[in-house]
């Protein structure tokens, strides 16, 4: 297990590691104290509406703004010439090849989805800016569109120098050697699976105040990690010195990777702000947010999986179409490419892997990362291939899984990955044991006597962790007696504070009640990564024990003056600095407290314990686990109904069981929402025809049954904590799990997301 070096024994503590400590957060956001962005008001601030295209594609001839700026109450109406001095938004990720798009805060040359943005009106208040919208008059000569990736190539272009709408034709693997491994194999399963696009659907829409005030901007904004926020408007949008740039964040009502970037409503916030010189707010409508709120998945591929004669995996293909939509994100070729290699081998020693994917630009709303962003993904192709291959092969897939799982540690993946620990079949084992899968034939028999089908599911799945990445550890020991956490990741729902004042606690002895979170202000962040990627805790909570190393080393020397010793016999132990070999000791607290009553200190004495530290960065960690999902579907309706469900994790060291329980159902809950109820859906000229929650499927509380989660967790080697992340892992497991229970229930062989009851009544019949 690896050394945290912690000073007390976990195990004997009311708020250590390990221990179901509630989320502090909660009485606070119960109570309606939190405070998200449109909690807002600041002094003087004016109102903002964002005008968007109705069209799905065509040139942009003119933005007619006269009349609206005749309006009652209207301050200013921007359009893209307003704009034209600052920068624009791009996609920069390092993928060779990549033609990547440069987006204007507001169109002005074509518009390119339903929902582009074409003006801000800013008027005194909320109704009068929404009021005056009505009078801006688009002149746009349409064009056709298209919606679909695969038949992108063959559609108008959407940029005139990306010819085929083809953004990047990506490439992984030896193809010869995956030529041969197809040609030479004794059983070769082939699957068309679409990974269905989805709404973000977050409970807080996006909300923004842009704020300019002696030479300097602010925003105010919903975010997931204020420090690549501020360094993305400094110097992508408005091409300033990061220092002339704030970002600041309060609470955030959920985010699932949608709020990572900046947005093109921002510039013009900050902009109107300049002009103005008052604070002004702007604050979606949900009808809004479908439109403009980044999309997720929307994957069409081509899987294929080879066996030999002993149901030994030999070689796996991804061949697929990336919707990227109108612009590409800041991560848009992501989920569909590297994450893709990185996440199909899943926990399965397979020799060979290709994935071959076109990334195409569409007429509908930008894609990037959804809860996962291509770890559900890759999980779920693998998972369905092993389903529909085991019948044909004769042998059980339990048992494909097991004669395929990696044993040996570390593990040279084919997808460029070094697994460092797990114990895949024993995590197999027990989930099948927990969820009484033994006594599955006597339920599914209870279910046809009522005229019912039962089907069961396995999701075995491993997901690779979010890429390196610096992080800030920050404590400051403040003057009321509290200490501050000063951390770059952020919490957009997951409740960050109680784990990493878990962390601290164990560490240095700080009292839990005494421990507060600072993580929304850019101006006292010197690294940050934010929170995506089911990294925080890693990155975060090692940054956390390595700052309080630094705090042990400072105290050492402030408690050697104060005790009258030589800093080397002073020992640190269970919170409290003593002189080795005597009882004469001083706290933590105490110490930091004396540090500041105290006018003047020898040159060689720290004046404070505060430490600013960044956590270099850990390798990836890979999270896996075993679901196990019963359905039950009626055949008069198609309604398919997840009756049981039961999810073993190997999340390696667990902090707060309490709160990754938590985790869990919220990804297992977006997991089943997406398999049976969610699905973006456009006419055939680019119109959405989900753009309500009347026309929307969510899941809701009555869809899920009671959720069992049990740990099998082995320590991660790749950082201090021994954790390895698990924000996303719900998504990763209930995907296979309930399209394989529903694939089970019907007696096919494949049923695409969402199996909306339609889909499923049509399936039945279809299958006679």
């Not at 009021?131 to 959407?158: I, N, Q, W, Y």
């Not at 990506?170 to 030529?179: E, K, M, V």
């Not at 530290?613 to 055949?635: K, L, R, S, T």
């Not at 007696?747 to 006679?768: C, F, K, S």
Request: aromatic share 6%.
């Amino acid at each position: 297990m690896p050394d945290t070096n912690l000073s007390f024994d976990p195990s004997r503590m009311k708020f250590g590691i390990g221990q179901p400590v509630p989320r502090q957060e909660d009485p606070k956001l119960l109570r309606g104290q939190g405070r998200y962005t449109d909690d807002l008001a600041l002094p003087g601030q004016a109102y903002a509406f964002v005008v968007r295209s109705p069209y799905a594609h065509g040139v942009l001839r003119d933005v007619d703004v006269s009349a609206a700026r005749e309006a009652p109450g209207v301050l200013a109406v921007i359009t893209a010439t307003d704009l034209e001095s600052y920068g624009e938004m791009v996609c920069a990720m390092p993928l060779g090849g990549l033609k990547t798009t440069r987006r204007p805060a507001l169109a002005k040359d074509k518009v390119r989805w339903v929902g582009d943005p074409v003006a801000v009106v800013v008027a005194e208040t909320r109704a009068q800016a929404k009021d005056a919208a009505e009078f801006v008059m688009l002149d746009v000569e349409p064009l056709d569109s298209v919606t679909e990736a695969s038949k992108a190539a063959d559609a108008p272009a959407l940029y005139d120098d990306i010819p085929g709408n083809c953004v990047l034709d990506f490439s992984y693997g030896d193809r010869a050697a995956l030529d041969s491994a197809f040609a030479g194999a004794k059983h070769v399963e082939r699957l068309s699976l679409r990974n269905n696009r989805v709404v973000v659907a977050s409970m807080e829409p996006r909300s923004a105040i842009g704020e300019y005030a002696d030479g300097r901007f602010t925003l105010h904004v919903g975010c997931q990690g204020v420090f690549g926020l501020r360094n993305q408007l400094a110097d992508d949008i408005l091409k300033l010195p990061r220092d002339q740039v704030r970002v600041l964040t309060g609470n955030v009502g959920g985010s699932f990777g949608m709020k990572a970037n900046a947005y093109p409503e921002y510039l013009p916030l900050l902009h109107a702000s300049k002009l103005l010189g008052r604070p002004v707010k702007w604050t979606d409508e949900r009808s809004g947010a479908f439109l403009s709120d980044q999309h997720g998945r929307d994957h069409e591929v081509e899987a294929e999986l080879a066996f030999d004669a002993e149901g030994k995996m030999l070689a796996v293909r991804l061949t697929a179409f990336a919707n990227m939509g109108a612009y590409l994100s800041t991560v848009a070729p992501l989920m569909g490419t590297g994450n893709f290699v990185k996440n199909v081998q899943s926990n399965y020693a397979i020799p060979q892997i290709g994935v071959f994917t076109r990334c195409m630009l569409t007429n509908t709303t930008p894609v990037s990362a959804y809860r996962g962003a291509g770890r559900p993904e890759g999980n779920y192709f693998m998972e369905r291939l092993i389903e529909a291959a085991a019948p044909r092969l004769g042998i059980p897939a339990n048992e494909i899984r097991r004669r395929n799982h990696i044993t040996q540690f570390p593990y040279k993946a084919a997808s460029g990955s070094t697994y460092d620990s797990g114990e895949f079949s024993a995590v197999l084992d027990k989930a099948l044991e927990a969820a009484d899968v033994a006594g599955f034939p006597a339920r599914r028999a209870e279910s046809e006597s009522r005229g019912m089908k039962r089907g069961l599911g396995i999701g075995n799945f491993l997901e690779c962790t979010a890429p390196p990445a610096k992080e800030q550890g920050g404590l400051r020991f403040e003057e009321d007696g509290t200490v501050t956490i000063i951390t770059g990741t952020l919490d957009y729902g997951q409740g960050h504070w109680t784990p990493f004042a878990q962390v601290l606690h164990a560490k240095l002895g700080v009292p839990f009640e005494s421990i507060r979170l600072m993580q929304g202000d850019s101006d006292l962040l010197v690294a940050g990564g934010g929170t995506g990627g089911s990294k925080s805790l890693m990155a975060s909570g090692a940054a956390i024990l390595e700052a309080s190393d630094l705090v042990i080393e400072k105290g050492r020397a402030a408690a050697a003056h104060v005790l009258e010793a030589a800093p080397v016999d002073i020992e640190f132990t269970d919170g409290r600095f003593s002189i080795a070999g005597t009882d004469r000791g001083i706290g933590v607290m105490e110490l930091a407290a004396r540090l500041r009553e105290t006018p003047s200190l020898p040159a060689e004495v720290p004046s404070n314990l505060d430490v600013t530290h960044v956590f270099d960065q850990a390798p990836m960690a890979y999270p896996n686990g075993c679901h196990v999902c019963e359905v039950e579907v009626d055949p008069d309706t198609g309604v398919a109904k997840v009756v049981r469900y039961t999810a073993v994790n190997d999340f390696g060291v667990i902090v707060n069981p309490l709160m990754v329980a938590g985790q869990a159902h919220g990804g297992i809950a977006q997991g089943l929402g997406q398999a049976l109820l969610e699905r973006v859906a456009y006419t055939e000229d680019g119109q959405p025809i989900t753009g309500t929650f009347m026309d929307y499927g969510l899941p809701r509380a009555d869809d899920l049954p009671a959720i069992e989660t049990l740990s099998h967790g082995v320590p991660c080697e790749t950082n201090p904590l021994g954790a390895k992340g698990c924000g996303e892992a719900g998504c990763a497991g209930s995907l296979p799990a309930v399209m394989n229970a529903l694939c089970d229930a019907l007696g096919v062989t494949h049923i695409d997301m969402p199996a909306t009851p339609e889909a499923v009544w049509r399936a039945l019949h279809a299958a006679g």
